[in-house]
């Protein structure tokens, strides 16, 4: 279940801004995961993390696995209407995996 | 490579009936979890097959259960429906058990009525 802090719970934003968004836990994880879903959908994963201070990026998507390994964060940049949707943060340790609540980013044109 | 299939989509039931849910995984994937997303509670878990056998479970009363196939496909039933169950549920599959990450189904929206 969710045993993670996510935040913001809500974003509301201009086509072109930056957007952060953080996980943080009292556990650590052995990996961390960045999911997307829209509407009638399920997630789809964006980026994974496999190590403590790993820096990945996909797109205009980067996200970091925190150097205490409870922690994590997603930027996107230079938003797009299409961005709008749920972002959910997972962490896994061995095979307990844990959900954020969710971020959901709205994007003004 | 076809992602995670599941069926049917939509469905909807009234309450007392039970409900059978099916998760077909990504070809190779040999891993299948399953999860209850609601408005309120988010993403819970339900169970986690590997190799036929229920590996992991949640916290869910026993109305609610699966299996695995020998070809990694599975399904999830839910007896003695309650309006409460109604929600989305999603199948994800990874490759193996353990630090894998999962990829997830569009999901079986279940309404009770």
């Known amino acids: 279940g969710q045993q993670l802090n996510q935040s913001p719970q809500s974003m509301f934003i201009q086509e072109g801004e930056d957007v952060s968004m953080n996980c943080t836990s009292s556990s650590i994880f052995n990996t961390w995961l960045w999911y997307k879903q829209e509407p009638g959908e399920g997630p789809v994963l964006l980026i994974a993390?496999?190590?403590?201070?790993e820096l990945t990026s996909n797109g205009r998507l980067t996200a970091q696995f925190g150097i205490t390994r409870k922690d994590s964060f997603l930027n996107i940049s230079a938003s797009i209407p299409s961005d709008v949707g749920i972002y959910f943060c997972a962490g896994l340790y061995n095979n307990d995996m844990r959900f954020g609540a969710g971020t959901r980013l709205t994007v003004k044109p | 490579k076809a992602g995670v299939t599941q069926t049917p989509r939509y469905l909807i039931k009234t309450r007392g009936q039970q409900v059978t849910l099916s998760c077909s995984p990504i070809s190779g994937h040999r891993s299948v979890s399953w999860y209850q997303q609601t408005p309120g509670q988010g993403l819970q878990f339900l169970f986690e097959?590997?190799?036929?056998?229920?590996?992991n479970k949640g916290n869910f009363p026993g109305r609610f259960s699966g299996r695995q196939f020998s070809n990694s496909r599975s399904e999830m039933n839910v007896s003695t429906l309650e309006l409460g169950d109604s929600a989305l549920y999603l199948c994800?599959?990874?490759?193996?058990?353990?630090?894998?990450?999962?990829?997830f189904g569009d999901g079986t929206r279940l309404s009770i009525l």
């Open positions: 097959y590997f190799s036929e056998t229920q590996r």
């Open positions: 993390l496999y190590k403590a201070g």
């Open positions: 994800a599959s990874s490759e193996n058990f353990g630090n894998q990450p999962q990829h």
